[in-house]
């Protein structure tokens, strides 16, 4: 990994800044650093900084004099490219396949077994515009890695989503995107529990952490694999930083799940979410009928709350892709013997037809927040993998997917 050949391609954003110091630790951690900068990003960045970082002139122009394959010999040279930091017009140009400059040349001629990714920076409206949201999945679809986002007050004086990343962030995900494991999967795992309004305020919700899925995602990112991590907004955030999308509710979930699996390619899911059983139906209050979710009820008249079953979800995954996959679930017990954990977890491979499911006892555990003492069941049987942590859990999962994935 030490001493990788990187593309570092600058856009015309304010938060070139921060993308100069992603270069630095890059540099320092012994890569080989060559940049591109647009003539927007020159506004904003000097070559002279760019050329001092990395001890190599700084290109922009695709029809320089003596240069004119620079597009071609470049994306051969790099191990990885970043276009950091990425302007909604840049995410746009690339995902329409526009090739008259040299950052657009670059994508076209660029070698797609090597990772490619993208670290946007701009205004909140601008991330969450129809026209982005859309350029991000195309690009995703290709096989384009997009680092995450941000949140807080930008540059503009708006506060959302849409900050650059942190240059030690950018710099992290730059290599584990070098990484070379036995066979790179493309996993989404869901993490975290699912919460259903009662009121304005109160929620219908569970204990769950999302330390798990957190923990599974860091790992696998960690072994240069491309992680997607759908978690509860409440929930534990990966060490590793890797793409993420937020739910809340089980509908959130549901839809978020369709939406992902039928739109982007994955090699495996890993369902690790705690979903919710029920959601609220009714709200009832001496026999009258309140919109759930709506103001907060008076704490001095108590609620009658009508439950409804929600499906489960893992029944649906296989059939929400379009290509196959390998399918990770979980069952949780407590406090149950043998016979009946063996039991729930035939069910869950009848309900869902797992590849896998990982089965722990919430009696089981110990005090060590790393502790998870879990067995991996295979759907064609044998003995079960036993794991004592987490640690060990995300390491003999990727094992597995590797072995069990053409």
């Not at 993308?19 to 003539?39: K, P, Y």
């Not at 040279?77 to 995410?91: G, H, K, L, M």
């Not at 016979?339 to 110990?366: K, M, S, T």
């Amino acid at each position: 990994m030490s001493g990788s050949n990187l593309l570092f391609i600058f856009t015309g954003s304010i938060a070139a800044y921060k993308a100069c110091e992603a270069v630095s630790q890059l540099v320092q951690r012994g890569h080989h650093v060559r940049v591109i900068a647009t003539e927007s990003a020159l506004k904003f960045i000097g070559p002279a900084t760019l050329e001092g970082l990395t001890g190599s002139p700084v290109l922009s122009d695709l029809f320089e004099r003596g240069r004119a394959m620079e597009h071609i010999s470049l994306t051969r040279w790099a191990d990885a490219v970043i276009v950091c930091p990425a302007t909604a017009n840049t995410i746009n140009r690339l995902a329409a396949g526009l090739g008259d400059d040299l950052v657009g040349a670059l994508y076209l001629a660029h070698d797609r077994a090597k990772p490619w990714l993208i670290a946007p920076a701009m205004n909140p409206a601008m991330w969450s515009h129809p026209a982005t949201c859309v350029a991000v999945e195309r690009l995703c679809s290709w096989g384009v890695r997009f680092l995450p986002v941000g949140e807080g007050r930008t540059a503009c004086g708006e506060t959302g989503e849409g900050r650059l990343a942190e240059p030690a962030e950018i710099a992290g995900m730059v290599e584990a995107a070098l990484a070379r494991p036995v066979r790179r999967l493309r996993v989404l795992v869901t993490s975290g529990g699912t919460t259903e309004p009662i009121d304005g305020v109160r929620v219908l919700t569970n204990t769950s952490t999302g330390s798990t899925g957190a923990g599974i995602a860091s790992h696998l990112v960690g072994c240069g694999h491309e992680v997607v991590l759908l978690r509860a907004r409440r929930a534990q955030r990966p060490e590793a930083p890797c793409r993420e999308e937020i739910f809340e509710t089980f509908a959130d979930l549901e839809a978020a799940l369709s939406r992902l699996l039928r739109a982007e390619r994955f090699d495996a899911v890993i369902h690790a979410a705690a979903v919710g059983d029920f959601g609220v139906e009714a709200v009832l209050i001496d026999g009258q009928v309140y919109p759930v979710g709506g103001a907060k009820i008076d704490s001095r008249r108590p609620p009658l709350l009508r439950l409804k079953a929600n499906p489960k979800l893992v029944e649906q995954i296989r059939g929400l892709s379009p290509t196959p996959l390998k399918l990770v679930a979980f069952k949780l017990t407590s406090g149950a013997t043998a016979d009946e954990a063996g039991a729930a977890v035939q069910r869950l491979f009848a309900q869902g037809a797992p590849d896998y499911v990982v089965h722990n006892d919430l009696a089981a555990r110990g005090a060590s927040l790393d502790a998870f003492p879990a067995g991996i069941h295979a759907r064609h049987g044998g003995d079960a993998v036993h794991c004592a942590t987490r640690s060990e859990l995300s390491v003999a999962l990727e094992k597995l997917l590797i072995l069990s994935t053409p």
